[in-house]
């Protein structure tokens, strides 16, 4: 379950992000995961429930943003979205595909007081 460790990860940065800003607490964290990290958001939320008690962070609302799979042709210039992992042009059938988005995994904000 490769959640836990991106959860650890969060709560890290989180606390980091508290700790340089002389905060008592994290209010919120709002996170950005593509499609193509195959992240669990459900996992990624009860791990970070987890790993945060007994932290700054323990009462923090984690809010997770999914970033859907697309791609562009390199032939014929189209985008569009990639469904379950089929990497094939919709309008011509290339297979020049290049991934647009879907692979993001960040930490888009820390609130803190």
């Known amino acids: 379950m490769h959640e836990l460790a991106i959860a650890q990860g969060i709560l890290d940065i989180a606390l980091n992000t508290a700790v340089n800003h002389n905060a008592t607490s994290v209010l919120g964290i709002k996170v950005i995961v593509g499609e193509l990290t ?6 990624l939320e009860f791990g970070f429930v987890a790993l945060a ?3 700054m ?4 609302c984690l809010s997770i943003r999914i970033i859907p799979l697309t791609g562009h042709c390199r032939d ?3 985008q569009s979205s990639i469904d379950k992992y089929c990497f094939v042009c919709a309008t011509c059938g290339s297979h020049a595909v290049e991934i ?3 692979r993001e995994l960040k930490v888009e904000s820390v609130e803190v007081e």
């Open 38 to 43: 195959g992240t669990v958001p459900e996992a």
């Open 57 to 60: 962070a323990e009462n923090a």
């Open 100 to 102: 647009i988005t879907g």
């Open 53 to 55: 008690k007994g932290t």
């Open 76 to 78: 014929c210039g189209s």
